[in-house]
């Protein structure tokens, strides 16, 4: 399970609780867009997007699964 903080180039990830995390693209210097929230969900992850379209809520099987539906987001 995911518990600390985890960053690359495009998105940070941080821990809000033992199950969620805050999503943010990281790729302006000094600027950071909350993207959504990632909450560990019945053995799949649910994503809640506030962008590029606010209140949509997707659910993935892994969590490689989901983090690859983030970074095609923010490119």
């Known amino acids: 399970m995911l518990r600390t903080h985890s960053s690359t180039e495009k998105v940070d990830l941080f821990p809000l609780g033992e199950t969620m995390w805050r999503v943010c693209d990281v790729r302006n210097a000094g600027e950071s ?6 909450k ?4 799949g992850y649910e994503m809640l997007w506030m962008r590029p379209l606010l209140g949509i809520t997707r659910t993935y099987p892994t969590l490689d699964a989901a983090l690859e539906a983030i970074y095609v987001s923010v490119d």
């Open 40 to 43: 560990l969900v019945d053995g």
């Open 33 to 38: 867009k909350i993207v959504g929230y990632l």
